[in-house]
Each structure stands twice: as structure tokens, then as C-alpha cells.
């Protein structure tokens, strides 16, 4: 079974709107969720992870993330779009085991930001 | 900051040859990853390895091998490249004392096969 859902691979959004790009993870996997961000031409950069305590979490750029366990959601969301946020974003979960932890990744967003 | 590095950023090879990918991590971290990335598919984990000599098969080991020689070292090998397995790979390593330590990236190898 899929561990994570991206839903929308393509978001487009207009300078200054929000972004939200939405993420659901299986039900059976541990709570352990980020968030990472690709530029270009460049590789994954973390933008934000859950682990415990404040379900809301804040990360670099302006961008934060709501860890919603009724919903198994952890949709990422920025007040105000701005041209550098155009990449692509990737939702991630942890699968633990004894010789160390797997990742496993949505499918991707693409986000375009219109001027 | 960790850095992690990868041999080329672009690689062109013909079917049939084998293929080298070169990882180098310089935070002494335990766990190095190889992924491939495919447009619609995300992500998809190959290999990884928890410790020199140590390697695990991720989700889509079948064509590649690998190998952990030294701790910051991790090569990914093609022993017979074929035209599917052009696509974006890209190293990650991560230390293993904490379960939701994050995984760092290198800037990827976009690998083409003729």
C-alpha cells in the first residue's frame, strides 16, 4: 500500500496567493513525516519535518506544515506565494526497522508561480 | 553543513556498458541511500547501506548492485546499463542514532542510456 499521497501533481498558484500542496500518508506508518523541496537542476532539500510535540510545524521559507491525525493529512501551506517558490515538492514518511530507518516519498508536486 | 557530492551531474553511456555512480558524504554519517527519480513516480529507493560492506535492497534493486568500501563512500553500479534505466539518481546519507534524523542530498546525476 502506498504510504504517502500527493494529490495534484501540478499546482499552479499567483504571486502573493497561498500555496497549499496537499500530502496524506497511510494510517499504518509511524507519524514521522517531512517535507522537501527541489530546485532545479539541484537535489531534495528539507524544508520541514513532524516527529512529536506541536502538530504544527514551520520551516524555512515562510512554509509550514499541520500534522492532522484524524485526517492523516500533513498538507504544507505558505501565506503568500513568491516567484523562488517555484520547484517541485515531495511529501516523505519514515519506515523504521533495526538496521536503520527507509524513506518513502510522494509522487511530487510541481509548483508554478504565475507573476 | 553536510555536503554530499556525486562524480558527475551528467553522464551519457550506451547500452551494454557498465556504469559507475560515485557518492561521498563528509559528516561520517552511517547511512548512505541511492534513489532514482522518475517524472509521475517520485522517488524510488534502490539500495541503501548502514555501515561499511553493509547493504540492504530498497524497493527496485533489480540491474544494480552496490558497494561500501569506506564510510563516506557509496557507488552505485550498473553491470549492464539498459535504455529504462536512464533517469536521475541521486546519494543521501543520514547518521543513525536518531530515528527522524534527516536525509541530505547530493545535487543528483542525470544518467542517459543510448
Known amino acids: 500500500a502506498q504510504s504517502v499521497t500527493q494529490l495534484g501533481s501540478h499546482v499552479s498558484v499567483s504571486e502573493g496567493a497561498l500555496v497549499l500542496l496537499r500530502c496524506n500518508y497511510s494510517?499504518?506508518?509511524?507519524?514521522?513525516l517531512f517535507w522537501y523541496v527541489q530546485y532545479p537542476n539541484q537535489g531534495l532539500q528539507l524544508l520541514l519535518k513532524?516527529?512529536?510535540?506541536?502538530?504544527l510545524v514551520k520551516g524555512i521559507n515562510g512554509f509550514e506544515a499541520e500534522f492532522k491525525k484524524s485526517e492523516t493529512s500533513f498538507h504544507l501551506t505558505k501565506p503568500s506565494a513568491h516567484m523562488s517558490d517555484a520547484a517541485e515538492y515531495f511529501c516523505a514518511v519514515i519506515r523504521t526497522s533495526n538496521t536503520g530507518n527507509q524513506f518513502y516519498f510522494g509522487t511530487g508536486t510541481s509548483l508554478t508561480v504565475i507573476p | 553543513d553536510v555536503k554530499v557530492t556525486q562524480s558527475s551531474r551528467y553522464l551519457v553511456k550506451r547500452t551494454g556498458e557498465k556504469v559507475f555512480l560515485e557518492c561521498v558524504q563528509d559528516?561520517?554519517?552511517?547511512?548512505m541511500f541511492w534513489y532514482r527519480q522518475d517524472p509521475g513516480l517520485g522517488l524510488r529507493l534502490i539500495y541503501f547501506?548502514?555501515?561499511?560492506?553493509?547493504?540492504e535492497k530498497g524497493d527496485i534493486p533489480e540491474g544494480y548492485s552496490v558497494s561500501r568500501e569506506k564510510k563516506e563512500r557509496f557507488s552505485l553500479i550498473l553491470e549492464s546499463a539498459s535504455t529504462n534505466q536512464t533517469s536521475m539518481y541521486l546519494c543521501?546519507?543520514?547518521?543513525?542514532?536518531?530515528?527522524?534524523?534527516?536525509?541530505?542530498f547530493g545535487p543528483g546525476t542525470r544518467l542517459t542510456v543510448l
Open positions: 543521501a546519507s543520514s547518521p543513525r542514532q536518531r530515528i527522524t534524523d534527516t536525509q541530505y
Open positions: 513532524y516527529t512529536t510535540g506541536a502538530t
Open positions: 547501506s548502514y555501515d561499511v560492506k553493509m547493504k
Open positions: 494510517s499504518s506508518v509511524p507519524p514521522y
Open positions: 559528516m561520517d554519517h552511517e547511512n
